[in-house]
Every structure is written in C-alpha cells, then in structure tokens.
C-alpha cells in the first residue's frame, strides 16, 4: 500500500514546513503539519507534493469544516 496523506506535529510551535520537511517530502502526497496543538485552535498548514514541487493548501481545501478558518 502507497501513503497518500503525511501529517505530523511541530508540537507547540506555530505549523511550518521546515528545511528538513522539504529535504523529507519528495513523493507524491499530501503533506501536512499542525502546530501550537496546546492551544484552543491549533495551526494547520498543508501542501500538495509532487516530486519536491508543492503547492499550498487551505485547512477547508483538504477537509471539510464547519467552523471559522484563520488564513
């Protein structure tokens, strides 16, 4: 089986893609990081990767919601 989705957490950091994540992320998937997960409303960031290219995403872009959404 192929992973079509990667998340993972820069704890309570805000959410980033770090030099290492762009070295780490070079398939074909959707990559995603949350961060400040201590807080009432976490941060989301998420990118489509294809190959080492990417192209954000918004939260609402990946998953359906039904609350207010920060940019």
Known sequence: PRTVVQVHSHGVMG???????DADEL?????GVVGKVNEAEPEWKFRMGV?????????????EVDVPIKP
């Open 15 to 21: 959410a980033f893609f770090s030099a290492t994540d």
């Open 51 to 63: 190959y080492g290219y990417y192209h954000p995403l918004n939260l609402d872009q990946v998953f």
């Open 27 to 31: 398939g074909f998937k959707l990559y």
